[in-house]
């Protein structure tokens, strides 16, 4: 069994890197143990396959190429197995913390100061500080050295009896503290709220809300922002201070579906402060946002904050932020959402630019299935109904997060095209797959249910030939549904038969 998981370690590393491990146990500062040597030695020559059913590999076969003639131990075979795979995890974490300099210089300046070598330390200290500084980007890895480096700070002072700088090294870390805390705070705040309408799951009353909900944010902002115009000095790290302004505001109107003022101050403060901010943060931010915009949809205008939303999207997507890291390839489940949205919105050009852009970042997996989906729904746009369908007719839906999206489409494709037949077979086919998919979202199941019934009552109506009408009940309940996927191309539609009839 040890064997079996110093091998499958082994087998992920190349070639450099098994020749590197073989210096790390052959050096006497990490191994002094020869016959440790040899074993690997031996194990490394079935590199890279390592097939355990060898006769060579067998523990008799290992023991006797290492002591010889020695009669065989197991005892003593299991200690050398054990200590060869041992020493391969101190590897894997020397090497991921060399690999860390910024870490290896905090050990350095840890140890330096625990030896009272304070000018040394103190020299290290500046230097680190300086190099973390000039690359400034707020992110969780940035607070988390900051802090490290405020209490070094601290313990330099301390224990070199230098009193002055000291209490403004511990305001800073009460700083970094607050910061760092309250961030995180949001973000499970963000994210528990998010998950419950996701799911549809009752979110319970507990010590981490009850805290959240007792902080008096208003009072904060407003000792910020005041001070802010007064030019008055009220922290160490100024810069974290005036971004807390974001979180400030998004607990505020979290908390109040019903507010605008600080929603708006929250999203005019990520434009301003944006270049402030890493990539993860800033993704984090839109996506709190996000939230927000959904929130509000539902408590005061759907139509507004779709739009809101959607110029959210947009300069999101200007900052690059729908992909981690220039390699990656962009979320399928982000590019069909981004993309129907500006459809939905007429924002028909734009939707082809970030079709142009981000289709080439899609998996080759699903990139075929999410290209011709995507020019479907473009020709639908302009009309050019059995172009869309034509195009429609090729996505194979690898993916299953397309094939809502495809049954909708084709179900608008049948209304235009008079396919009246096909579209209440649809109907019925579609409203099966949503009512037994356990992979959907309740909250999504519900939308598409809703648009199922806008939809089979005006397609009624059109099959009646004139002969009845949409009435205003229906069309009132239709123009203030919230979050109903489609919407204005169904109020398009009973329009269209209104005016018909």
């Known amino acids: 069994m040890l064997l079996k998981k110093l091998v499958e370690i082994l087998k992920t590393f190349d070639k450099a890197e098994l020749r590197k491990f073989r210096r790390f146990i052959s050096s006497d500062f990490f191994n002094t143990n020869e016959s440790v040597v040899k074993l690997f030695k031996l194990i490394a020559v079935f590199y890279p396959q390592f097939s355990l059913n060898d006769k060579k590999l067998k523990p008799e076969e290992l023991f006797k190429k290492v002591y010889g003639s020695r009669k065989y131990d197991e005892k003593t075979y299991r200690y050398l197995l054990s200590t060869l795979y041992s020493l391969l995890e101190k590897y894997l974490a020397v090497s991921l913390f060399e690999r860390n300099e910024l870490e290896m210089q905090k050990y350095v300046i840890d140890d330096l100061t625990e030896r009272r070598l304070f000018t040394t330390a103190e020299k290290?200290?500046?230097?680190?500080?300086?190099?973390?500084?000039?690359?400034?980007?707020?992110?969780?890895?940035?607070?988390?050295?900051?802090?490290?480096?405020?209490?070094?700070?601290?313990?330099?002072?301390?224990?070199?009896n230098i009193q002055e700088p000291l209490i403004e090294k511990r305001y800073e870390q009460g700083e970094l503290q607050m910061f760092s805390s309250f961030v995180e705070l949001s973000h499970i705040y963000q994210i528990l709220h998010q998950v419950s309408h996701s799911y549809n799951l009752t979110l319970k009353d507990n010590i981490v809300f009850e805290y959240l909900k007792n902080i008096n944010y208003k009072k904060i902002l407003d000792y910020i922002e005041s001070n802010e115009n007064k030019g008055k000095h009220i922290a160490e790290n100024s810069k974290l201070v005036k971004v807390l302004k974001i979180y400030l505001c998004f607990m505020i109107t979290m908390l109040d579906d019903?507010?605008?003022?600080?929603?708006?101050?929250?999203?005019?403060?990520?434009?301003?402060?944006?270049?402030?901010?890493?990539?993860?943060?800033?993704?984090?931010?839109?996506?709190m946002l996000a939230t927000?915009?959904?929130?509000?949809?539902?408590?005061?205008?759907?139509?507004?904050?779709?739009?809101?939303?959607?110029?959210?999207?947009?300069?999101?997507?200007?900052?690059?932020?729908?992909?981690?890291?220039?390699?990656?390839?962009?979320?399928?489940?982000?590019?069909?959402?981004?993309?129907?949205?500006?459809?939905?919105?007429?924002?028909?050009?734009?939707a082809a630019?970030?079709?142009?852009?981000?289709?080439?970042?899609?998996?080759?997996?699903?990139?075929?299935?999410?290209?011709?989906?995507?020019?479907?729904?473009?020709?639908?746009?302009?009309?050019?109904?059995?172009?869309?369908?034509?195009?429609?007719?090729?996505?194979?839906?690898?993916?299953?997060?397309?094939?809502?999206?495809?049954?909708?489409?084709?179900?608008?494709?049948?209304y235009e095209l008079n396919y009246l037949e096909e579209a209440y077979s649809l109907i019925d086919s579609f409203t099966h797959f949503l009512t037994s998919n356990k992979k959907l979202r309740k909250n999504e199941i519900n939308s598409y249910l809703r648009f199922l019934n806008f939809y089979r009552e005006i397609l009624k109506t059109k099959a009646a030939s004139g002969s009845s009408r949409i009435n205003k009940e229906f069309k009132n309940e239709l123009i203030s549904a919230s979050l109903l996927p489609h919407k204005a191309w169904l109020i398009k539609k009973a329009e269209e038969l209104d005016l018909m009839s």
């Not at 700070?153 to 224990?159: A, C, I």
């Not at 019903?258 to 996506?287: P, T």
């Not at 507004?304 to 390699?327: G, P, V």
């Open 124 to 160: 290290n200290l500046k230097a680190l500080e300086n190099s973390l500084d000039t690359n400034n980007l707020i992110g969780g890895e940035y607070i988390y050295n900051k802090e490290d480096i405020s209490l070094f700070w601290h313990q330099l002072y301390f224990l070199s």
């Open 258 to 287: 019903r507010d605008e003022v600080y929603f708006d101050k929250m999203n005019d403060y990520v434009g301003e402060y944006s270049d402030m901010f890493g990539r993860n943060e800033l993704q984090n931010l839109h996506l």
């Open 292 to 350: 927000c915009c959904n929130r509000k949809r539902t408590s005061l205008n759907d139509e507004k904050y779709q739009r809101i939303n959607f110029e959210i999207i947009k300069r999101a997507a200007s900052l690059d932020l729908y992909t981690s890291y220039t390699a990656q390839y962009m979320d399928v489940n982000n590019f069909i959402i981004i993309f129907q949205q500006a459809l939905q919105l007429n924002e028909n050009d734009w």
């Open 353 to 414: 630019e970030f079709l142009r852009k981000y289709g080439e970042q899609i998996s080759p997996e699903y990139s075929e299935d999410i290209i011709s989906y995507s020019f479907a729904e473009l020709f639908f746009t302009k009309g050019q109904f059995d172009r869309s369908l034509a195009s429609l007719s090729k996505v194979k839906l690898k993916l299953f997060r397309l094939k809502v999206p495809v049954k909708v489409l084709q179900l608008k494709l049948y």
